[in-house]
């Protein structure tokens, strides 16, 4: 072998030598040809690189309007369908999510998507659900949260069953894997522990059966102060904005969903700049634990400060300016000492500034609308006015309301305002059904109680002025309806919410005009520190707490505490005081012995009782005509009641408004009722008390009057006046509108 390698190494380095120079040249390009390819196959690859960079701009801007084409032309043809339609599913109870749900529905149609909106009710889950995970369509979940934290009664059964199957092994926690879902909650963050709980509920739930979430959780809050863009609807609309900017981006086939790597359901991981971040804490209210966190729906707040971030979520680097810049400005304004209050955020450590300029108003352009439709006369940004039914009738000469026959009012004189068109109930038998706002403390800009009561006297005015003329209308009634002797403040709201309310009281007695101010009896500091009222109420709508939170629906926490505590407050009141009860047939009405014990907690110089009045059919209640007792049954249940009370009689009634009055005795003089007021000698009384600095007081028994006979109880007019005439309404909408 030694031999053999020998000769062949001779006989190549001579045939070498025999080569001349460029054959050697040639002969060595040969054998290093395989470096020759790679170095031309890198210079190829680096080319064709650069190429495709700097046509990808031109690409894009050529390109991608025609994808939206081609996606809405896809029907027939035999494109790759990437997403098939949308299906909007709604659980409402007053008709805010319901409408959303149509709204949302023609946007995505205007897209050329298929889109359905479906009432959860009638939807069976356990069918049909788990067929959206192979049909290729998105399905959206609009969801509203109703008392303590529960669905609304159309989607109680969707949510119990969905509670169900994401911790029933026999469905597995991969039940939902390929359904595409995003969901946005309706809630009130007043209700503190409960706001947006359906929503976020539904989010979890659906991730925890591989559910894949194609953006994050929107939140919308009926609380203008908290709302995140001033309102529900403004929640909405900017949520909206971004679900349809995801919905084309899906339609595009681009790779853009949630990871649902996160066991609280609140994050996504892999959003880009128009989903991104996502969830902020609604400002929490003072004493509360840290809510919920909330999808952040547009990317620039007006304020300056970019919407917080949940921590622990991904920042991206462009928004990293932003968030320093925003931390800055906030910094400076809290050490350039303007009188701004600023609030430490639990959240990545952002500040939340506030301060008077800043507050929102309470009356929305949607809640303005609404209210204006209803007849209301609106004052500023928080108060309003409305032309009582009753007025209408006594400038007609067809009889007044049950405060004319009980305390001698004269109704055409009487003008129903409110300084605070909020409210802390939302009781189930509201006139308004729950239109109003509603709050536990004042949030909002506040108007001076001087222009309040400048334009509600203007724009009663003007509302009487329009019955001139008017077939039936006592010209001199009419000439008296002009001059406001009576102001009831029980329009709609929690009057005494208002912050200037005794200035607004002492401006009305300036005037001459009485006072008659209801509450709703959760504001106890308040009602001790109330100047001297005409009249002052306190609403009873039920004598035990559960009762009590089933009609009200109060937003405190500590309702009950605060209910008793109202009452006990009213009882040191000197002047005229009232519980109103309100009977709701099969709610309230078997309660006897326990209304006797808060009569006896707060001594009320009288009680006024009348049946629920029915204002129609409300998503907002599920009150019935069922619901509203008889006359007879109201006279049953004030007779007994009265049997039970030694210092208490029935003094009084008005059988139009299926309303009785239980006088103290102490207003029965020589056995005569004294229940009526005179509202001259009040005038003098107050204006005395004004001018001692407090030190003169005065109590009810100086400023009663004596009550006609045909407005006692037993009388044959039942409380209607005889000088009028009593008018009967036949196959007619029934205004129920009245103090």
Known sequence: MLCISSVSALETEGSQNALSPGESYLLSVWHHRLYLYSAAALLFGVWFLLKVALNKKSFSKDVGPLVSKAVRRSEGSDAVVHLSGVKVFYGSQTGTAKGFAKELSEEVKTLGIPAEVIDIKDYDPDDRLSNECTNMSVCVFLVATYTDGTPTVNAEWFCKWLEEASTDFRYGKTYLKGLRYAVFGLGNSVYVGHYNTVGTNVDKWLWMLSGMRIMTRGEGDCNVVKSRHGSIQADFLAWKVKFLTRLQALAKREKKSCSGNSTSGSSCQNMKKEQEGDEAAPVPQDNSSEEDLMESSSDEEGSGLQDEKTSGSVVDMEDLGNIMNSVKRAKSKEEGGDGLMVKLSKVNGLKKIEDEAERREMITPALREALTKQGYKLIGSHSGVKLCRWTKSMLRGRGGCYKHTFYGIESHRCMEATPSLACANKCVFCWRHNTNPVGTEWRWKMDPAEKILEEALEKHQTMIRQFRGVPGVKPERYEEGLAVKHCALSLVGEPIMYPEINTFIRLLHTHHISSFLVTNAQFPEEIRSLVPVTQLYVSVDASTKDSLKK????????????FLDSLRALGEKRQRTVYRLTLVKAWNVEEMQAYSELISLGQPDFIEVKGVTFCGDSPASTLTMANVPWHQEVVTFVQELADMLPQYEIACEHEHS??????????????????????????ELVQAQEESGGQQGFSALDYMAKTPSWALFGATEQGFEPVDTRFHRRNKTKDISGC
């Open 551 to 562: 009609i009200d629906r109060p937003l405190f926490k500590d309702f009950w505490s605060r």
């Open 658 to 683: 299926n309303c009785l009055l239980i006088a103290h005795t102490k207003f029965k003089v020589e056995g005569e009722w004294w229940t009526w007021i005179h509202y001259e000698r009040f005038q």
